[in-house]
């Protein structure tokens, strides 16, 4: 058993989300107190390329992560990575009131109560979520395990790319990461990140800002893509295609609308019994508003089906939003159109050092 390092950052990094369907890289500079994009990009892979969150090919990604540090002109060699799915479990937990230094020593206990699996087989790290009152016996602590062989599989990529992995994170945490360079969290308001990608949804729901529930569900944008071409008899391509609304030689984008929706309705039905849990296990029966973001996002009618069904205000992020952009390097329409699928990279991008990180 190791301890994680997700937030030991010593130099300037470039975040890398390796997904299920593409792989994407963004590489900040910071400047005074503000953030500028330096580069970025994307690399689409094989949806069979990660299965089920496992690595099958791994020279395949590891030769696209290499082309697009290279077509970008990224020279910098430290990333910021992250992983998501079966083999990632986060608990919010109670343990006594100690110091962090204390808490370091007794995690590996904490964890044998709520981690399924051998301690030897995972990483663990935690959080402490706020300080407990002097009148308070015990504390909130976030606890991550992540499977070792999975992690290992990501770090051999990296490597095989000619990169060094320099902080490992959790999608669900790094969309979080992305969020809130906005500050746009009121006291008291409950806010649902939800970031869909093609094969996995990150749920992440704050209460004024602090993480108090994370879950991630095995549905995502390659169902839209299956229903897809299940019902018109189409390849995986050519479904991809429809699903983001562009026409198919012999089929249109109105004969794939109705089960478009009825993928909709079963990702929003999935996202709604996740709020329905968290309802269940906090002392909160409200969430504010719902962030969008993920390669699904912009999909169309996305957002106000899952509005509709969760009677929610639905946003879709834009990571960019609060960093600086030179317009003469990055075109805005070109952002604007990738920008949801961008934010675990971004949030990534955004890791700071933390001396006394667990």
Known sequence: MTMLSWMTRQKELVGLDIGTSSVKAVHLQRSRSAYQLAEIGIARIHPETIVDGIITDAATISTAIRQLFKEH???IKDVAFSVSG???????IKVPKMKKAELREGIIWAAEQHIPYSIEDVNLDFQILGEAGPDEQEMDVLLVAVKKDTLNA??????????????????AFAIENAFTISKKVQPGEVVALV?????????????????????????????????IQKSAGLSFEQAESLKRGEPVAGHSVAEAKPVIEMANNELAGEIRRSFDFYYSTSQRDTI???????????????????????ELPVEVTNPFQYI?????????QYLASV?????VAVGLALREPEDDAG
Do not use: W
């Open 86 to 92: 079966n083999s990632v479990i986060s608990k919010k």
């Open 288 to 310: 504010h508003r719902v962030v969008l973001s993920g390669g699904c996002a912009l999909l169309p009618d996305m957002a106000a089906s899952l509005s509709s069904v969760l």
């Open 73 to 75: 002109g990224i020279a």
């Open 324 to 332: 600086t952009v030179d317009p003469k390097k990055f075109d805005a």
């Open 154 to 171: 990501y770090l051999a990529v990296i490597t095989a790319a000619g990169l060094s992995a320099a902080v490992v994170d959790v999608d």
């Open 195 to 227: 970031n869909i990608g093609a094969a996995v949804t990150n749920i992440n729901i704050l209460d004024g800002g602090i993480s108090e529930f994370t879950r991630d569900s095995p549905l995502g944008g390659n169902r839209h893509t299956e229903s």
């Open 339 to 343: 920008a949801p699928q961008m934010t």
